[in-house]
């Protein structure tokens, strides 16, 4: 376990950006300004992803990170604390289920493969680690081998410089969703058989998931969430066992917009979540708009 334990902050981080909402028609920007509606000062919204790092931020987005700097409060998915984390990674097991007995032994051996070229370890490790779990780590090194380029930028992923660059600027820090949530989520949504399909799908489209990473990459560098999100409805439909994806966007995308008011009223907030919940007539700047607010790009 202590593998997947590892690699457990950017699991999370992956799924938030690289899965498909609907979406609507938005200028190329990731950094947008939320005022009016009875704001004194405006709020800021930034959209994430979880390859690129915060010295990738500071070189190629850099008004983005002097919105940040000059912050007071900022607002992140979640926070991520080492006790609540080690509680929290029980939902990753499946102590009643084996992987080997929930696929069949060709798709066991073409996991037993990448799981060697990809981590260097023994499918034994993960033998009782749900098929999500997996999956989401083998998507992650896919995108990694998929854009190589990325490599050139040091430090942490972003969403993470956020929290932890912000607590120790002593900015006031908060969290949209506790970890227990996000792993229930991630972990406990699917039935371990669909999880199953689901690590099948992804284990015999390798090639596609590696195109559609770069993809994405490209996209997001481009600021352009529009084009990210036509890649999202794609996805949808070129890999149906995930069927509706709603509960990771727009199940979540709602409540996180009733949080926002208060926060933004109390003290100007840089909102930092992953890009993909931006777009879309449910996506964060279509919610907040229809809440009075004018939400803008900053170009």
Known sequence: MKTSFKFFGLLVLWVMVALPISGQTLEKSLLWEISGNGLSKPSYLF?????????????EHPGAFAKFKASENVVVEMVIDT?????????????????????????????????????????????????????????????????????QYGGVPMDLYFARQG????????????????????YDHFS?????????ELLTNKDKNLSISAELVGLY?????????????????EMPSFGSLNFLTVDRNKP????????????????????????????????????GYTVRPVL
Request: glycine content about 4%.
């Open 47 to 59: 959209g994430t992803y979880h390859l690129l790092t915060n010295e990738y931020l500071e070189k």
């Open 83 to 151: 006790p609540a984390m080690m509680k929290s990674q029980m939902h990753m097991l499946m102590l009643q289920n084996k992987l080997s007995a929930l696929l069949d032994s060709a798709t066991y051996r073409l996991l037993k493969n990448e799981l060697k070229e990809q981590m260097g370890v023994d499918a034994a490790m993960f033998e009782q680690v749900k098929p999500m779990a997996i999956n989401t780590i083998l998507s992650m090194r896919y995108a990694q081998a998929a854009s190589p380029e990325l490599s």
């Open 167 to 186: 607590a120790a600027t002593r900015k006031n820090i908060t969290a949209l969703e506790t970890i227990e949530e996000q792993m229930i989520m991630l």
């Open 192 to 200: 371990i058989q669909e999880q199953a399909l689901q690590l099948t």
């Open 221 to 237: 560098r481009d600021k352009n969430i529009q084009g990210m999100y036509d890649i999202g409805k794609r996805m949808e439909q």
């Open 256 to 291: 996180w917009s009733q949080k926002l008011p208060s926060l933004m009223q109390a003290g100007s907030q840089f909102i930092a979540v992953g890009a993909l919940h931006l777009p879309g007539p449910d996506g964060l700047i279509d919610l907040l708009r229809k809440q």
